[in-house]
């Protein structure tokens, strides 16, 4: 459960999040979706207090977060691509992440497995590609077992045979009642796994509706109609 | 804390540009003793290397690694820790790395060879130098978002603890020259600490009995053991004061 209260943020003389109020149940799987430069990233961000919002405040799972640090043990965040040291190896960012999260002993080592990560574990990130980066950065999303999933451009530069099972892990994971945040330009890839949409655009959240509004609203099958409609 | 500061140390010490200046400063110290033909003679030119080489190195090197590090750095903040602990074990593990750097390349030659208090106390001096810079670096590579400007912003520093504020200071002496500003100038020299660590340890060396009545003035103040105490609580306050401006404005930097 995240709730966002009257959001703003600024940089510089640019408004990036303008008055921004959203709310994520537990179970829901939200397309997080608008042009570039709307603000998804600098909302997650927030989300994670990688960014300090001016104003408004962030409420996870009951509590405020401002200044707090442990409730990111329940979140798995991936980030968009290339974030991440260059000179370590895949295996140590990953013995790393269990070092700081020993407490978190239930992981999920499945995406490690489908994606056989196992056997390049002594490639540094700096030589890796892209698509293999977003590999390693799924892996750890999903590692500590969390209760919310947030995926900033999940998809963006894997091959089609990894997101499929990049997304029948995130339908899993959402069968068992987690949250899922997902930003993405490829909406067709969204319509298996979402049941809500939130649209942003410059700094505003135009919307968040269900799917199924969606669907009586405009008559369409398709996401990314839907969405066509909507904004016209 | 040591959870990431294991981690900060690996990273720092498979870096080889520590290992080189640890060398450096090795092969630099054993020539200077072994072509000085008095120990006094070394100390006096180990004190004009370090006051150049070790401040430089410690900006440069820290500044480059902050910026190389922004990636790791946002790895850590997605993760549950506090931005102080990262914060912290960056700081602590540049310090650690530079500081052993500085003991086994210059500290054991210069022990070695002038095994006395002044010794001690210019491996002391050296090594707090590196505390000082590390932290001056920190809050240069954390106001500036720019890797170019940042790494500008340390050369200017250095240039202005080496260079400039010496002239400025020239300056004032020769302008006011007519009135008493020796006591004054004591306290000048606490803004600088590349200066403070000259004078104090010039000071111990008997080279002072030529510096003319401000040489007076300041043996009787930087001779003492009060005096001497508080240079050096000055230079402690010169690590923590950046330091802990560079972690304020950390804690409420947007990555």
Same mark, same amino acid.
């Given at each position: 459960?995240?709730?966002?209260?009257? !959001?703003?943020?600024?940089?510089? /003389?640019?408004?990036?999040?303008?008055?921004?109020?959203? @709310?994520?149940? *537990?179970?829901?799987?939200?397309?997080?979706?608008?042009?570039?430069?709307?603000?998804?990233?600098?909302?997650?961000?927030?989300?994670?207090?990688?960014?300090?919002?001016?104003?408004?405040?962030?409420?996870?799972?009951?509590?405020?977060?401002?200044?707090?640090?442990?409730?990111?043990?329940?979140?798995?965040?991936?980030?968009?691509?290339?974030?991440? *040291?260059?000179?370590?190896?895949?295996?140590?960012?990953?013995?790393?992440?269990?070092?700081?999260?020993?407490?978190?002993?239930?992981?999920?080592?499945?995406? !490690?497995?489908?994606?056989? !990560?196992?056997?390049?574990?002594?490639?540094?990130?700096?030589?890796? /590609?892209?698509?293999?980066?977003? %590999?390693?950065?799924?892996?750890?999303?999903?590692?500590?077992?969390?209760?919310?999933?947030? !995926?900033?451009?999940?998809?963006?530069?894997?091959?089609?045979?990894?997101?499929?099972?990049?997304?029948?892990?995130?339908?899993?994971? %959402? /069968? %068992?009642?987690?949250?899922?945040?997902? @930003?993405?330009?490829?909406?067709?890839?969204?319509?298996?796994?979402?049941?809500?949409?939130?649209?942003?655009?410059?700094?505003?959240?135009?919307?968040?509706? /269900?799917?199924?509004?969606?669907?009586?609203?405009?008559?369409?099958?398709?996401?990314? %109609?839907?969405?066509?409609?909507?904004?016209? | 804390?040591?959870?990431?500061?294991?981690?900060?140390?690996?990273?720092?010490?498979?870096?080889? +540009?520590?290992?080189?200046?640890?060398?450096?400063?090795?092969?630099?110290?054993?020539?200077?003793?072994?072509?000085?033909?008095?120990?006094? &003679?070394?100390?006096?030119?180990?004190?004009?290397?370090?006051?150049?080489?070790?401040?430089?190195?410690?900006?440069?090197?820290?500044?480059?690694?902050?910026?190389?590090?922004?990636?790791?750095?946002?790895?850590?903040?997605?993760?549950?820790? &506090?931005?102080?602990?990262?914060?912290?074990?960056?700081?602590?593990?540049?310090?650690?790395?530079?500081?052993?750097?500085?003991?086994?390349?210059?500290?054991?030659?210069?022990?070695?060879?002038?095994?006395?208090?002044?010794?001690? +106390?210019?491996?002391?001096?050296?090594?707090?130098?590196?505390?000082?810079?590390?932290?001056?670096?920190?809050?240069?590579?954390?106001?500036?978002?720019? &890797?170019?400007?940042?790494?500008?912003?340390?050369?200017?520093?250095?240039?202005?603890?080496?260079?400039?504020?010496?002239?400025?200071?020239?300056?004032?002496?020769?302008?006011?020259?007519?009135?008493?500003?020796?006591?004054?100038?004591?306290?000048?020299?606490?803004?600088?600490?590349?200066?403070?660590?000259?004078?104090?340890?010039? +000071?111990?060396?008997?080279?002072?009995?030529?510096?003319?009545?401000?040489?007076?003035?300041?043996?009787?103040?930087? $001779?003492?053991?009060? $005096?001497?105490?508080?240079?050096?609580?000055?230079?402690?306050?010169?690590?923590?004061?950046?330091?802990?401006?560079?972690?304020?404005?950390?804690?409420? &930097?947007?990555?």
């Amino acid at each position: 459960m995240i709730i966002t209260e009257h !959001l703003h943020k600024r940089f510089g /003389s640019q408004q990036v999040l303008r008055d921004v109020h959203i @709310t994520c149940r *537990p179970g829901a799987c939200i397309a997080l979706i608008g042009p570039n430069g709307s603000g998804k990233t600098t909302l997650i961000k927030s989300i994670l207090q990688m960014v300090i919002p001016d104003r408004g405040k962030i409420i996870f799972q009951g509590d405020d977060i401002t200044g707090q640090c442990e409730y990111r043990a329940k979140i798995g965040f991936m980030p968009q691509m290339t974030r991440y *040291p260059e000179n370590m190896t895949i295996g140590e960012v990953i013995s790393m992440m269990m070092d700081i999260r020993k407490d978190q002993k239930n992981r999920d080592e499945e995406l !490690l497995e489908q994606y056989q !990560l196992k056997d390049i574990y002594h490639k540094r990130m700096g030589t890796l /590609s892209g698509g293999m980066r977003q %590999k390693v950065g799924a892996c750890l999303a999903f590692l500590f077992q969390p209760d919310v999933f947030i !995926l900033d451009e999940p998809t963006a530069g894997l091959d089609p045979l990894s997101t499929e099972i990049l997304k029948q892990k995130i339908i899993k994971e %959402k /069968s %068992k009642g987690k949250t899922t945040i997902i @930003t993405s330009h490829v909406l067709s890839e969204l319509d298996e796994m979402i049941s809500e949409v939130i649209y942003m655009h410059e700094g505003q959240v135009l919307f968040q509706k /269900s799917m199924e509004d969606l669907k009586l609203a405009t008559q369409e099958v398709k996401l990314s %109609k839907m969405i066509a409609k909507m904004i016209a | 804390m040591n959870k990431i500061y294991k981690h900060v140390m690996v990273d720092i010490i498979r870096n080889r +540009m520590v290992l080189f200046y640890t060398l450096l400063l090795f092969i630099v110290s054993l020539s200077i003793f072994s072509l000085e033909d008095t120990s006094s &003679k070394g100390i006096l030119s180990m004190l004009n290397i370090i006051l150049m080489i070790v401040p430089l190195v410690s900006l440069i090197f820290s500044t480059i690694y902050m910026y190389n590090s922004g990636e790791f750095i946002e790895l850590l903040l997605s993760q549950p820790l &506090k931005r102080n602990t990262i914060w912290w074990s960056l700081f602590i593990g540049l310090l650690t790395a530079l500081g052993l750097a500085f003991l086994l390349g210059a500290g054991i030659v210069i022990l070695i060879f002038e095994t006395s208090l002044l010794g001690l +106390m210019l491996v002391l001096c050296g090594l707090l130098l590196s505390c000082i810079f590390t932290a001056l670096a920190l809050l240069a590579a954390v106001l500036t978002k720019d &890797k170019a400007k940042g790494i500008g912003l340390s050369i200017m520093l250095w240039l202005y603890f080496t260079i400039i504020f010496d002239g400025i200071v020239l300056f004032m002496l020769f302008q006011l020259s007519d009135y008493p500003i020796e006591k004054f100038m004591i306290a000048i020299s606490m803004f600088n600490p590349i200066d403070l660590a000259r004078i104090l340890i010039l +000071m111990q060396l008997d080279v002072s009995a030529l510096m003319g009545y401000t040489g007076a003035i300041f043996k009787d103040f930087f $001779g003492t053991a009060s $005096g001497i105490s508080l240079s050096f609580g000055t230079l402690v306050l010169w690590v923590i004061i950046p330091f802990m401006y560079s972690l304020r404005y950390f804690k409420k &930097k947007d990555l």
